[in-house]
Structure formats: C-alpha cells, structure tokens
C-alpha cells in the first residue's frame, strides 16, 4: 500500500461512526478491567500486526488473563485468554448493540466477568443511548475499515521515530477510543495544579505539562484528516511561531491553538513522511521553547542517550 493512502472523511463517515462506538465498548472493558496507570495509559489500544489490541488484562480481579483484538485484516473481533481459548464473532453486519451483546457472550463463554459501570458512548452526540439500544450505527465496510488500520500502522511508526528523539517521560504511541485518535505526549515533568472545577478524566490527563502530538481522521469540527499538535497549558505566544512545512498553521480553539497540518497537505509534500516528522519537531520546539523547556538537555538523538555511544551496536 502506497504510504498515507487517500482517507476522505465523506467516503466513510458511517463506518467510522460505527467503528469509533465498537472500540469504545471495548475500551471501557479495557478500563474496568486493566490497573489504573497515570494520565489514563492504561485505557488505549495498541497497534498489532492485523489490528488494535486491548493488552493482556485481568488476574488482579479474579479474572483470567485475557484480551480483545479487532482483527481488521479478516474483519472480527477475537476475544483470547492465555490458556489458549478464544471466541470471535465477525464485524460486517454488527450492529453497536449486537456488538455490544456478542462482546459480552464472548467474554462471557471464556469465564471473564466485566462490569461496565457506564455502557454508553464517551463524549459522543449520542452520549445517553445506552450500546444495547443503539441499532443505528450500523455501517462497516471492510475495505475502509482495513484502510483506517493501514493508516494507523503507518502514522504510527512516524510517531515512534519523533518519539526516539526525546529522553524524558513520554506516553506510548497509543490510540484513544475516546476522541480516536493516535497519540503520542512529550513531558516537562513540571506539576499542575487544575482548577477544582475540572473534570477528573481531564484533571489526571493533564496533571502535568506536556505537548502532544497526534493524528485523527477528521470529526465534526476539522471534516478531514489531520496530524496535530497541542501544548497544555499554552505558552503566551504560541501561535505567532511558524510551522514546518508551509502548509501546516494554527488552528484557534476556544481557549487554545492547535497546530494543524492536513493529511491531504502532507500527502502533497515530494517527502510527505519528512514532512509530518518536521510538523511535529516545529510544534514541538515551538511549544517547548515558549514553556521552558530544556530543549537541549531532554533530546534524544538517534535515539541515543549515552554521549559515548556513536550508534547503535553492531
């Protein structure tokens, strides 16, 4: 496959729709039954070879170990526990309530207990209709869905290379079912003190200053695709540093700026890969400068933190 494929938002809105409501029942499996890990890394899939992957959890609940992978290379949703045991039940054709019962049975039929204290959708517009009721999300095409996966293993190793350039904290690269998007955040290591008005979800997320970095395949306010930037809380002036390359810019928030380089952009540069890699050090370097960072002191060369060491071993 051609190196960022076309992902107009138009041609599989539906899908997407229905795919984002799949990975969110899932993923509040995830967080019921996963050990809480700071800034909620515990709760986003992983990439695979053939798809996204909850991650070995259970055992500390009574529960076997076990996980739940979308295969979207033959289209079904596998449910395995470490004994070897598994169930699956096909993706074309679900409904978010018939996934929703069939995850369920699945889990069920390996001896997994579950309880999903909120079985609905996160901060979607349909936020109040619980997953059993939901019979009209119901799109899934196979080849848009197994693009969406090629895409995401794609931007996802780009995320690993900008990742090895930076020694200190730093999230995995990670999908979040929540907003849908793969992620990967750069910390400071300063401590924030958020306003008692906040959120919890939001208040553990962004306990510390950080940048983040990211890709999304479009929603209601950006109708496209788009590899992004956001450094919280925002430096004064943000916004006035350039971008790389030309064709990335701000995009005012409510309260913030995100920088924004459209996917379409990127596939249009003669090196679109350099390009994304160059977006994400310009928003880097511009927020980490605005914040105080020490720029030079957290960097990761060739991924690289012994001065001694010129290259990896032989």
């Given at each position: 496959?051609?190196?960022?494929?076309?992902?107009?938002?138009?041609?599989?809105?539906?899908?997407?729709?229905t795919?984002?409501?799949?990975?969110?029942v899932?993923?509040?499996?995830?967080?019921?039954?996963?050990?809480?890990?700071?800034?909620?890394?515990?709760?986003?899939?992983?990439?695979?070879?053939?798809?996204?992957?909850?991650?070995?959890?259970?055992?500390?609940?009574?529960?076997?170990?076990?996980?739940?992978?979308?295969?979207?290379?033959?289209?079904r949703?596998?449910?395995?526990?470490?004994?070897?045991?598994?169930?699956?039940?096909?993706?074309?054709?679900?409904?978010?309530?018939?996934?929703?019962?069939?995850?369920?049975?699945?889990?069920?039929?390996?001896?997994?207990?579950?309880e999903?204290?909120?079985?609905?959708?996160?901060?979607?517009?349909?936020?109040?209709?619980?997953?059993?009721?939901?019979?009209?999300?119901?799109?899934?095409?196979?080849?848009?869905?197994?693009?969406?996966?090629?895409?995401?293993?794609?931007?996802?190793?780009?995320?690993?290379?900008?990742?090895?350039?930076?020694?200190?904290?730093?999230?995995?690269?990670?999908?979040?079912?929540?907003?849908?998007?793969?992620?990967?955040?750069?910390?400071?290591?300063?401590?924030?003190?958020?306003?008692?008005?906040?959120?919890?979800?939001?208040?553990?997320?962004?306990?510390?200053?950080?940048?983040?970095?990211?890709?999304?395949?479009?929603?209601?306010?950006?109708?496209?695709?788009?590899?992004?930037?956001?450094?919280?809380?925002?430096?004064?002036?943000?916004?006035e540093?350039?971008?790389?390359?030309?064709?990335?810019?701000?995009?005012?928030?409510?309260?913030?700026?995100?920088?924004?380089?459209?996917?379409?952009?990127?596939?249009?540069?003669?090196?679109?890969?350099?390009a994304?890699?160059?977006?994400?050090?310009?928003?880097?370097?511009?927020?980490?400068?605005?914040?105080?960072?020490?720029?030079?002191?957290?960097?990761?060369?060739?991924?690289?933190?012994?001065?001694?060491?010129?290259?990896?071993?032989a």
């Amino acid at each position: 496959m051609e190196l960022f494929p076309p992902v107009p938002l138009a041609e599989w809105r539906d899908t997407k729709e229905t795919l984002h409501r799949f990975t969110q029942v899932v993923g509040k499996v995830r967080l019921a039954a996963s050990v809480r890990r700071n800034h909620w890394w515990n709760v986003p899939f992983h990439l695979t070879g053939r798809g996204i992957t909850t991650r070995p959890m259970g055992q500390v609940d009574g529960n076997p170990v076990f996980t739940v992978d979308f295969d979207f290379v033959d289209h079904r949703l596998v449910v395995a526990t470490a004994d070897g045991r598994t169930e699956s039940f096909p993706l074309v054709g679900q409904s978010v309530a018939s996934f929703y019962r069939q995850t369920l049975e699945a889990l069920a039929a390996l001896g997994v207990r579950v309880e999903i204290r909120v079985p609905r959708p996160y901060r979607l517009p349909d936020s109040d209709r619980p997953f059993d009721q939901d019979f009209e999300h119901a799109a899934y095409d196979p080849v848009q869905a197994n693009r969406f996966w090629q895409v995401l293993g794609q931007v996802g190793l780009v995320l690993e290379e900008f990742a090895a350039r930076f020694s200190g904290k730093v999230s995995p690269v990670h999908l979040f079912w929540h907003s849908f998007d793969i992620a990967h955040t750069r910390f400071s290591g300063h401590a924030l003190d958020q306003p008692p008005q906040v959120d919890p979800v939001t208040r553990e997320a962004y306990s510390r200053e950080l940048i983040s970095f990211g890709f999304w395949f479009g929603d209601a306010d950006l109708g496209e695709p788009a590899f992004y930037s956001y450094t919280a809380p925002e430096p004064a002036h943000l916004a006035e540093d350039r971008l790389s390359p030309a064709s990335a810019g701000w995009v005012a928030l409510e309260n913030s700026h995100l920088a924004v380089l459209r996917y379409d952009a990127a596939r249009a540069e003669a090196d679109p890969r350099a390009a994304v890699l160059a977006f994400y050090e310009s928003a880097y370097q511009a927020g980490a400068a605005r914040a105080g960072w020490d720029v030079g002191g957290l960097a990761c060369p060739g991924g690289i933190t012994d001065p001694h060491l010129p290259g990896p071993p032989a």
